[in-house]
């Protein structure tokens, strides 16, 4: 896997992305509509115009809660309360927000549509309305949102990932289990259900149930899936560091990436079912730590290491502006092992990338993005940052709740 062989493969890849975006009552858009082509795509604006906003649309047509990990309730448009009045955000509509778009995948295209659904459950004693995501290709609504990665896939940065080396492990997990979903597409389903019958057996412990009539099959179903979980991370990183050790350490440090996590680790030493077996009796005997609020530890608390290669340093000891790179350098890494592997490019999405980047780095990122030949959305409040781009992108400016393409 040297860089020739990632020139060839560019040379042959499949050219994807989306080629019309339409959003209606998402976030701060009434309706918007965008058409674009399979290149960067430059948006700027002033602060709080709507450019992340844009790149969250985006990030929709893929499985999970988007860029900014939020919640369906705060994406369907609202109207701020007066300021004079106690603030109580109005809704603008009864129906709620949704995203469609027409994306490329070489020579096929497809529509996918987004949107959110009102459910209600039927307890014993009351009905619960919930809110669900649903996701239609080609008009056909499908039945799990992890089918999105045959259509579309997206890698993305966001300032608030800047923090990602310094905080608590769960969005470094929830970051390396995005680089999954990308190739191992049962990930995002295996990763659900593991939350979820993991709720499930904490609910029940909590309500006081020793019942292993219901505990065991629960406890066995999550060390099945947990240990599927923690073979498709270890083969991400595995991947991925193969795939960096040929790279160049040049402008983006090169970084090595580990993953400190009790199941993980031993995969290393037992066959998958005896780890299979050591997880379910180890959920077993912690069923007490849940009860004293103590940990339980398993795939839920792995962690994802990164280190500044060269200087043999761990990511959270490094400088902002190092910590900035070495994100950068895993995200560059996964969209060449995706164009390599699987012969077509994720869609990046890059909010606010050049922001305390130097000349130098700024120069090399967007050169890199050229000769990758994918679809990035950059957004940024200058546009003068991206001259070097201007006969390679699409440039759109945002203000009053709508977009316009602009010439450079
Ligand atoms: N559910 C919502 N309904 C209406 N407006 C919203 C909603 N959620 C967020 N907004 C507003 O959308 C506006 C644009 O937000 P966005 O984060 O896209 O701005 P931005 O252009 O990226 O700004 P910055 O340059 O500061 O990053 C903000 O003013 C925000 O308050
Ligand atoms: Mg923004």
């Known amino acids: 896997m040297d860089n020739l062989a990632l020139n060839l493969q560019l040379h042959n890849s499949i050219k994807s992305g989306v080629s019309r975006l339409t959003l209606t009552d998402f976030r701060n858009y009434p309706f918007l509509r965008l058409n674009t082509d399979l290149c960067p795509i430059i ?69 996918i549509g987004t949107a959110v659904e009102k459910n209600s459950k039927e307890n014993e004693d009351d009905i619960r309305s919930y809110e669900r995501r649903i996701v239609k290709i080609d008009g056909n609504k499908i039945s799990s949102q992890a089918e999105l990665g045959k259509y579309f896939t997206a890698v993305w940065y966001a300032p608030q990932m800047d923090r990602l ?151 959270e000891l490094c400088s902002t502006g190092e910590q900035k790179s070495l994100l950068i350098s895993i995200i560059l890494a996964q969209t060449k092992s995706q164009i390599l592997h699987q012969g077509f490019a994720p869609v990046m999405l890059l909010d606010e990338v050049v922001a305390h980047l130097d000349d130098i780095k700024r120069s090399a990122l967007l050169e890199k993005i050229c000769d990758l030949k994918v679809q990035a959305w950059i957004t940024s409040t200058n546009p003068e940052l991206f001259y070097a781009l201007k006969n390679d992108a699409l440039f759109f400016e945002v203000s009053g709740n709508k977009i316009r393409q602009k010439d450079f």
């Open 43 to 111: 948006i700027t604006g002033e602060n709080g115009t709507g450019k992340t906003n844009v790149l969250e649309a985006v990030s929709f047509l893929t499985p999970g809660r988007g860029l900014r990990g939020a919640r369906l309730a705060d994406i369907k448009r609202i109207r701020p309360a007066l300021v004079t009045d106690e603030y109580a955000p109005t809704e603008i509509s009864n129906t709620s927000w949704a995203v469609s778009a027409n994306v490329f995948k070489g020579d096929e295209s497809f529509e």
């Open 165 to 315: 080396f310094r905080g608590g492990s769960q969005p470094r997990r929830s970051f390396l289990d995005r680089l999954v979903y990308a190739f191992d597409m049962e990930h995002a389903k295996r990763t659900a259900n593991f939350e979820h019958l993991y709720k499930e057996w904490a609910q029940l412990l909590k309500n006081g149930s020793q019942d292993n009539h219901w505990l065991v099959p629960l406890e066995e179903n999550m060390a099945s899936l947990g240990v599927a979980i923690a073979a498709a991370r270890r083969e991400q990183i595995a991947k991925l560091n193969t795939f960096i050790e040929h790279e160049p350490d040049d402008v983006f440090p090169s970084v090595r990436l580990e993953l400190d996590g009790l199941i993980e680790k031993l995969l290393d030493k037992m066959p998958a079912v005896d780890v299979e077996d050591f997880y379910k009796n180890k959920l077993k005997e912690q069923r007490r730590n849940l009860l004293y609020n103590d940990t339980v530890d398993g795939i839920n608390r792995t962690d994802f290491k990164v280190y500044y290669r060269k200087k043999h340093m761990p990511a």
